[in-house]
T-cell receptor, first 111, second 115 residues
Framework: DAKTTQPNSMESNEEEPVHLPCNHS???????IHWYRQLPSQGPEYVIH???SNVNNRMASLAIAEDRKSSTLILHRATLRDAAVYYC????????????FGTGTRLTVIP | GAGVSQSPSNKVTEKGKDVELRCDPI?????LYWYRQSLGQGLEFLIY????????KSGLPSDRFSAERTGGSVSTLTIQRTQQEDSAVYLC?????????????FGSGTQLSVL
């Protein structure tokens, strides 16, 4: 199984960048690294994903280590609406072996 | 288009009763996943369907839990003889196919309370 390790919680001041780390040392070569976030009382929503190269979209950036054993989700300017639990999960093809979300990182944004 | 729809949004039942939870995935999505989330906890994988293949039931916590997916679309998660420890939010997700490059789309969940 590709398990992940994330800090339980992090804090950021509003409008400052946030770097959320994730270790996934048992990731397989074909797994994509996905990030989801869960706002209070909602289901998780997709944030970003990548395979090897760093990725950018309107929500965030994803920096992937060269050995792919870790990644960092970057929120360039945290807003109060970014307060959520952030999950990283390596996802591969068929099979449920790596469909396990960890407990994620609870991000608190301080006004 | 419509996202993943789950019903009911809330369900209160008595211990020992059976419950059925419904998930309507995004049209055309062949992969469907059920998760459970207890209060303040992460997501616990339950079961996964991919197309017409046999579902992967490796996450189901006991034989009181079962799920089916009819016509490759709607899925129903059934919990028989509910127990208080079954109280949780049950989340459904779908993706176009079971591949690492595909995003998962989650519903808002069903909050199950067993009294």
């Amino acid at each position: 199984d590709a398990k992940t390790t994330q800090p339980n919680s992090m804090e950021s001041n509003e409008e400052e960048p946030v770097h959320l780390p994730c270790n996934h040392s048992t990731i397989s070569g074909t797994d994509y690294i996905h990030w989801y976030r869960q706002l209070p009382s909602q289901g998780p929503e997709y944030v970003i994903h990548g395979l090897t190269s760093n990725v950018n979209n309107r929500m965030a950036s994803l920096a992937i280590a060269e050995d792919r054993k870790s990644s960092t989700l970057i929120l360039h300017r945290a807003t109060l609406r970014d307060a959520a639990v952030y999950y990283c999960i390596p996802l591969g093809g068929t099979g449920a072996n790596n469909l396990f979300f960890g407990t994620g990182t609870r991000l608190t944004v301080i006004p | 288009g419509a996202g993943v729809s789950q019903s009911p949004s809330n369900k209160v039942t008595e211990k020992g009763k059976d419950v059925e939870l419904r998930c309507d995935p995004i049209s055309g999505h062949t992969a469907l996943y059920w998760y459970r989330q207890s209060l303040g906890q992460g997501l616990e994988f339950l079961i996964y369907f991919q197309g017409n293949s046999a579902p992967d039931k490796s996450g189901l916590p006991s034989d009181r839990f079962s799920a089916e997916r009819t016509g490759g679309s709607v899925s129903t998660l059934t919990i028989q003889r509910t127990q208080q420890e079954d109280s949780a939010v049950y989340l459904c997700a779908s993706s176009r196919r079971a591949a690492g490059y595909e995003k998962l789309f989650f519903g808002s969940g069903t909050q199950l309370s067993v009294l």
